[in-house]
């Protein structure tokens, strides 16, 4: 089955300062790649996704890369802010059943 | 709309009871997921759904686990017996189709097993 690993597991930046996250996946037939994020004690939300025929796309201060070839895919936070502290979760759609596989998580936090 | 609902938000039992969770998912939803998430770690799908048929339970522990959605539209997962390593929040996801569509999430449960 899929296999998705994340890092890192904690991340601190200032706040204005640049956040990334990566991700790398086993399955070379996945080819839906969403990011969720989670505040605490609050229920996973969608912040973006990426489809595997596209590089990149960009949200406002959120973007997503993906890499086909090596199997991994980034996303960068810009300018980040008290509020964009939280656990994000990255994943990979795969399987007959196309069920989705999560990383393991990264605690973002921001310091004004 | 009304998001994805799941009942009860709180639960603590002994090991070797049972339990049984509730999920009503968005209308109009046909995939519905039940998912297990272990304190600091990443959700991991128990079993899915595709209106009242079982697409995926390969990570499912059938031998203390069974979910059921009748009627394709609400779902309960039940846990007999209970252990320790079962403490985890119990997440319940919809999403309009299987596939490359939002999974929208519950609040999900939070299971201690005590």
């Known amino acids: 089955g899929e296999n998705v690993e994340q890092h890192p597991s904690t991340l601190s930046v200032q706040e204005g300062d640049s956040a990334v996250i990566k991700c790398t996946y086993s399955?070379?037939?996945?080819?839906?790649f969403p990011w969720y994020k989670q505040e605490l004690g609050k229920r996973p939300q969608l912040i973006i996704d990426i489809r595997s025929n596209v590089g990149e796309k960009k949200d406002q201060r959120i973007a997503v890369t993906l890499n086909k070839t090596a199997k991994h895919f980034s996303l960068h936070i810009t300018e980040t802010q008290p509020e964009d502290s939280a656990v994000y979760f990255c994943a990979a759609l795969s399987g007959s059943a196309r069920q989705l596989t999560f990383g393991s998580g990264t605690q973002l936090t921001v310091l004004p | 709309e009304a998001g994805v609902a799941q009942s009860p938000r709180y639960k603590i039992i002994e090991k070797r009871q049972s339990v049984a969770f509730w999920c009503n998912p968005i209308?109009?939803?046909?995939?519905l997921y039940w998912y297990q998430q272990i304190l600091g770690q990443g959700p991991k799908l128990l079993i899915q759904?595709?209106?009242?048929?079982?697409?995926?339970d390969s990570q499912l522990p059938k031998d203390r686990f069974s979910a059921e959605r009748l009627k394709g539209v609400d779902s309960t997962l039940k846990i007999q017996p209970a252990k320790l390593e079962d403490s985890a929040v119990y997440l319940c996801?919809?999403?309009?189709?299987?596939?490359?569509?939002?999974?929208?999430f519950g609040p999900g449960t939070r299971l201690t097993v005590t």
């Open positions: 759904f595709q209106n009242n048929g079982v697409v995926d």
């Open positions: 209308s109009g939803h046909a995939t």
């Open positions: 399955d070379s037939a996945s080819n839906y």
């Open positions: 996801a919809s999403s309009l189709q299987a596939g490359e569509y939002e999974q929208y």
